[in-house]
């Protein structure tokens, strides 16, 4: 057990205090409250990771202490479960209709208790990472916009692309960890820009050989800007790799073939379409049907043929969404 706290709210003192000294037994901390207003005042100073409540009470029965908790924006995610000895069906649906996790009757067992318990303790922090997730992928792409905003004909660029690589991935059949390390990538895959000079980046016509070997460094940098950071270290293969060629003739390194890493070769796809169906400061945006073909005729060249394919089945199926 990691030590959750866990508040028990039970006018049966006898009850409360062997459900204490059991969940204490198996590694949990615990608070008790004797009724719903003695945990309100309880909850103004301590934070549970869940919440055990009986519904008769005094003073405040458990269903009241239940709407006061999910009224309560710093408090309503916390899991609630009514452990309680009304069994019939209409005290049942009460319960479960005003949305508590979940609605144990008594007599219970130990281990049914104790299934339920960690069955909601683990749902909350799944719910917890992925917000977490979601925060961090949030926040990069705050910042990959604003390092992308130095380009006028670049803006709007890395939600565009992160969603063209998505698509190929789904359509890969990819699991959700493998979507998520090329998302991640997609967000990031320019991040080495801002050691760019911005004259480089916004000029007009073509780049000189050493304006381009300048723009070029931009992988390299990006992908040693992220390497110590753990959770964006999945993501280096498509921020260094995403200029590589199928036929060895990209950049940093002249990869060819599968030597370039599989989510650098997706990613590659979805910046070229994305760069093509834009305006930009060297042509005008391409119809998307336009670029499809673009693509097509790379296959083999420019880009891995089999990942055309399913990047062409892909957008066949999403080009109306």
Known sequence: ?????????????????????????VGYRVQLASNGREALERLE???????????????????????AVRSRPELNTIPFLFLTGRAQKHDILIGKGLGADDYITKPWGPEELLTAIRVKLKRTKDIAFTQLQRAYKDSLTVLANAIEARDAYTRGHVERVSSYSVMIAR???????????????????DIGKIHVHESILSKPGELTPQEISEMRKHTEIGAFMVKDIPYLVPATP???YHHERYDGKGYPEGLSGEDIPLHARIMAIADLFDALTTIRSYHEAFSPEEAVAYIQNEAGKHFDPKIVEVFVRAWQKHKDD
């Open 238 to 240: 498509i921020i260094k």
């Open 1 to 25: 057990m990691s030590g959750e706290l866990i508040l028990i709210v039970e006018d049966d003192a006898m009850l409360s205090q062997g459900l204490q000294d059991w969940l204490q037994f």
């Open 171 to 189: 359509e890969m059949e990819m699991d959700d960890d493998e979507v998520d390390e090329i998302e991640l990538g997609a967000i990031l895959h």
């Open 45 to 67: 100073n301590v934070h549970p990771n869940i919440i055990l409540a009986d519904i008769i009470m005094p003073e405040m029965d458990g269903y009241q202490l239940f709407e």
